[in-house]
T-cell receptor
Framework: AQSVTQLDSQVPVFEEAPVELRCNYSSSVSVYLFWYVQYPNQGLQLLLKYLSGSTLVKGINGFEAEFNKSQTSFHLRKPSVHISDTAEYFCAPEEGGYNKLIFGAGTRLAVHP | GAVVSQHPSRVICKSGTSVKIECRSLDFQATTMFWYRQFPKQSLMLMATSNEGSKATYEQGVEKDKFLINHASLTLSTLTVTSAHPEDSSFYIC???????????FGNGTRLTVT
């Protein structure tokens, strides 16, 4: 069965510093991988996705993620964060063909001035 | 612009009453919509898959008689929480997908508080 682990529940960081939010998944089948962001009391917004091809994917707001098949990881990175990046971030793999996203527990990114 | 519209954004109801939440796909026809539930400071849990013109598919542990789903058209799915109890208080989010390979688009969620 598909499962996903977001290794950090909270990540505090200062403004303009780099950040990495970690995500590991387990699956015996091919997966699609997504990162979503959720601002307070709102739905989820897609940051980026990996379906196939290049393992480094770029998303909105300066975020990028790298798919590492051997380590079954899909870590999210940003070289310089802003206060406005403060939000909850969810990693979500989807087993190909099953049309069902499984969400990680989420990582709370808190950017401080 | 928004792809999915969810209404209402917040609702407070008394215990024992029923509440209907609407999810509309604005930009495309959606044969499938998904309903998620999110408890405070937790992740999203898939409740059910709403299928246009047929019965919804519920995840294990979700009471289908309590959470009624109707997907009567290609742009509208509704979730009705029947005989609501305080433990039903939660954040409910719907999502749609335009085709098999596209990512999910999410509504802004509905905060349900049952008093």
């Amino acid at each position: 069965a598909q499962s996903v682990t977001q290794l950090d529940s909270q990540v505090p960081v200062f403004e303009e510093a780099p950040v990495e939010l970690r995500c590991n998944y387990s699956s015996s089948v091919s997966v699609y991988l997504f990162w979503y962001v959720q601002y307070p009391n709102q739905g989820l917004q897609l940051l980026l996705k990996y379906l196939s091809g290049s393992t480094l994917v770029k998303g909105i707001n300066g975020f990028e993620a790298e798919f590492n098949k051997s380590q079954t990881s899909f870590h999210l990175r940003k070289p310089s964060v802003h206060i406005s990046d403060t939000a909850e971030y969810f990693c979500a793999p989807e087993e190909g063909g099953y049309n069902k996203l499984i969400f990680g527990a989420g990582t709370r990114l808190a950017v401080h001035p | 612009g928004a792809v999915v519209s969810q209404h209402p954004s917040r609702v407070i109801c008394k215990s024992g009453t029923s509440v209907k939440i609407e999810c509309r796909s604005l930009d495309f026809q959606a044969t499938t919509m998904f309903w998620y539930r999110q408890f405070p400071k937790q992740s999203l849990m898939l409740m059910a898959t709403s299928n246009e013109g047929s019965k919804a598919t519920y995840e294990q542990g979700v009471e289908k008689d309590k959470f009624l789903i109707n997907h009567a058209s290609l742009t509208l799915s509704t979730l009705t929480v029947t005989s609501a109890h305080p433990e039903d208080s939660s954040f409910y989010i719907c999502s749609v997908r335009s085709d098999g390979n596209s990512p999910l688009h999410f509504g802004n969620g509905t905060r349900l508080t049952v008093t």
